[in-house]
Nanobody, 135 residues
Framework: QVQLVESGGDSVQAGGSVRLSCVAS????????FAWFRQAPGKEREGVAA?????????????YYGDSVKGRFTISHRRSERTVYLQMDSLKPEDTAEYYC???????????????????????WGQGAQVTVSS
């Protein structure tokens, strides 16, 4: 049984930082795509960051970011721990949302291994972690 379990959700002030973790169990952790999506009340789900976990080394990978978080968020992973992280810095009130970890197979097209505008390409989803940023 595949499970993605997020942790690290928090309430912080604008300018603060939060690190989310996603532990994948029962999932073939090889060359896959992991991603973080978020959804705020009344808004559509938004792809935040994704990582292709192929490549050499325990932390090898190719990263992708949504325009609204570039330069502020960092996605990473540790193969041995089967864990994907989302480091969020310089947080803004508009970053307030439920954040979901997702995992799926590669879909190489358009010059990318993983895609943030195609949530249907991710087969497994976590339960969500709330991040609240106050002004």
């Amino acid at each position: 049984q595949v499970q993605l379990v997020e942790s690290g959700g928090d309430s912080v002030q604008a300018g603060g930082s939060v690190r989310l973790s996603c532990v994948a169990s029962g999932y073939r952790y090889g060359s896959n795509c992991f991603a973080w999506f978020r959804q705020a009340p009344g808004k559509e789900r938004e792809g935040v960051a994704a990582i292709y976990t192929g490549g050499a080394g325990a932390r090898g990978g190719v990263e992708y970011y949504g325009d609204s978080v570039k330069g502020r968020f960092t996605i990473s992973h540790r193969r041995s721990e089967r864990t994907v992280y989302l480091q969020m810095d310089s947080l803004k009130p508009e970053d307030t949302a439920e954040y979901y970890c997702a995992a799926g197979e590669l879909h190489p097209y358009g010059g990318s291994w993983c895609h943030l505008d195609a949530p249907h390409e991710y087969d497994y989803w976590g339960q969500g972690a709330q991040v609240t940023v106050s002004s």
